[in-house]
């Protein structure tokens, strides 16, 4: 248990669909983040939020589209996604954004894209 | 952009055995951190080194900071079946205004 929980654990979807991932942290944590994670690559820094504000937006394509209501959930809506985006989705949160903090991440959720 | 470079990208020794992964890069950073990620599982934090030089062990794990804090190096003695993950390095300083991940270590250890 990492006190942060993400949902769902696996994701089949076709490429004109709508989903939503959602991660939930319990740590009293300020800053949250999704990442990308490819075979053989490295993680892929998607989006960071600090105190609910989006603070880094890494090029991603506006088919993702994050939120984050409070310091304690993050969301990642997807919508008319391609092949290329199947992967693991993680989520992390951190005390602060302080680029030393360690990151507690979740399990994932892995998407397929059909 | 500052990249990270880890070696062996595949390792798969027998358990009892010892072995060294490696985290390399051109850019200094102010600080290093290690994960290990199971199958299933997000990363776990294993240890963070921030002075150039530094070791720190952590069981039958040892972590080094290279003198110029370039690279680092994980090593692990008599390797457990338990210990099989991938093992990621991820950097932070320079003009990263976050951490800049290797893209891992996998590690097999067979019974």
């Known amino acids: 248990e990492t006190g942060v929980t993400q949902t769902p654990r696996h994701l089949v979807m076709g490429m004109t669909n709508k989903k939503s991932l959602k991660c939930e942290q319990h740590?009293?944590?300020?800053?949250m983040y999704w990442y990308k994670q490819s075979a053989k690559k490295p993680l892929e820094l998607m989006f960071v939020y600090n105190f609910k504000e989006q603070t880094e937006n890494n090029s991603v394509p506006s088919r993702f589209s994050p939120e984050c209501p409070n310091s304690s959930h993050l969301f990642l809506h997807l919508h008319t996604l391609q092949p290329e985006d199947s992967a693991l989705y993680l989520c992390?949160?951190?005390?602060?954004?302080?680029?030393?903090?360690?990151?507690?991440f979740g399990d994932g959720t892995r998407l397929s894209i059909l | 952009t500052q990249l990270l470079e880890q070696s062996p990208q595949f390792l798969s020794i027998q358990e009892g055995e010892n072995l060294t992964v490696y985290c390399n890069s051109s850019s200094v950073f102010s600080s290093l951190q290690w994960y290990r990620q199971e199958p299933g599982e997000g990363p776990v934090l294993l240890v963070t080194?921030?002075?150039?030089?530094e070791v720190k062990k952590l069981k039958r794990l040892t972590f080094q900071f290279g003198d110029a804090r370039k690279d680092s190096s994980l090593h692990i003695t008599a390797a457990q079946t338990g210990d099989t993950g991938l093992y990621l390095c991820a950097g932070t300083g320079g003009s990263a205004r976050q951490l800049t991940f290797g893209s891992g270590t996998q590690l097999t250890v067979l019974p």
């Open positions: 740590l009293g944590h300020n800053a």
């Open positions: 992390a949160s951190s005390y602060t954004t302080g680029v030393s903090q360690p990151q507690h």
């Open positions: 080194v921030v002075t150039g030089g």
